[in-house]
């Protein structure tokens, strides 16, 4: 049932401020009994940076690019933000698009992968909402996935470029490619697709990681030795999550002799605070520590082709475009909004 009436972009959110740093980490750990001293110590990573998460403000500039790229291209659609955990809260969202007349939705999460945390959530937070609001709430479609596409590749194989222009030509020769995403625990890999369903040990997700990696390197000048690591992780030690930590792994090459490493988020969309701190201060002070060069390649931000995926993905799910995609990954089990 399409077309769609209005746009809408699903983040995290992030505080803009001292004072909203453990009432937004409240709401991100709601429900999972976490210490009030762990949320505290998470807190220093936005203390550090004067209480202000960058996502916002990279929200903001990702809809400024988006709404100038749908003016350009003749897309007629309203542009809306929703937060999943801070302000401008996605039910408030919604209920301001309703008082507007919107009644079909067509959302881009800030997320580009399979796992419960990066597609399911969104998924469930968008019901909720609706439900908050009744019979009369508008409809939600979530686009699928974006991993492989163009717009998300290649912006990333640019800064990969950038990144390993700025070491010394003596580290480039044996630089180690890091590519880095956000870990999850093994069963909530596993719940999206695990080797049952044909996919690798890590699951989907590690699956979709690994062929991004591979995606950026085949566009290199040359084949770089290159891996995934992790990143972030927040469990209790008992719990498995996926390895290896990017710090581990920084130090184990350090160890056989590597000479530099560039570490790509490709696991990200923009630049917030988990690249700005578990890359841009611990790995980066890991590899200094080590005697290691070191540089972090950019995220997709707004690079202006990941801005005109969006404006792709719009006519995709609206006009029943191609679907581009460079990769031939099968579909998971979270894609449950996948067309």
């Known amino acids: 049932m399409r077309p769609y009436d209005a746009f809408l972009l699903i983040s995290f959110g992030g505080p803009e ?49 988006i709404t100038a790229d749908f003016a350009e291209g003749g897309i007629d659609l309203p542009v809306y933000w929703g937060n999943r955990f801070w302000a401008p809260m996605l039910g408030d969202t919604l209920a301001r698009m309703r008082e507007d007349g919107v009644r079909r939705v067509l959302a881009v999460p800030t997320s580009a992968y399979c796992n419960w945390s990066s597609r399911t959530a969104y998924v469930e937070d968008i019901a909720r909402a609706r439900a908050a609001l009744g019979e009369d709430a508008p409809e939600v479609d979530l686009v699928r996935p974006f991993y492989d596409h163009p717009g998300f590749v290649e912006p990333l194989v640019e800064h990969t470029r950038a990144a390993l222009d700025a070491l010394p030509a003596d580290q480039r020769e044996g630089v180690r490619l890091l590519f880095s995403a956000h870990s999850i625990p093994t069963a909530m890999a596993e719940a ?52 290896p930590d990017v710090n581990d792994r920084i130090e184990e090459l350090a160890a056989e002799g590597v000479p530099a490493v560039v570490v790509v ?71 449950t909004c996948d067309r």
């Open 17 to 65: 401020g001292e004072d909203e740093v453990i009432p937004f980490l409240e709401n991100v750990t709601r429900g999972r009994n976490i210490p009030r001293e762990r949320l505290a110590e998470v807190g220093e990573h936005y203390f550090r940076f004067g209480g202000v998460s960058p996502i916002n403000q990279q929200c903001r500039d990702l809809i400024t690019a």
């Open 192 to 243: 999206a697709g695990g080797p049952e369903q044909g996919f690798g040990a890590q699951g989907v997700y590690g699956d979709q990681l690994a062929e991004v990696a591979r995606l950026v390197v085949d566009r290199l000048d040359r084949d770089y030795p290159h891996e995934v690591v992790y990143q972030s992780r927040s469990g209790p030690p008992s719990q498995p999550w996926l390895e």
């Open 265 to 335: 988020p490709h696991g990200f969309v923009s630049d917030h605070m988990e690249v700005k701190f578990d890359l841009d201060v611990e790995a980066r002070e890991t590899a200094e520590k080590l005697g290691l060069g070191y540089q972090r390649a950019l995220s997709p931000g707004t690079h202006p082709a990941f801005v005109s995926m969006v404006s792709d993905l719009v006519r995709e799910y609206s006009e029943g475009t191609e679907r581009r995609r460079l990769g031939a990954l099968p579909r998971c089990a979270e894609c």
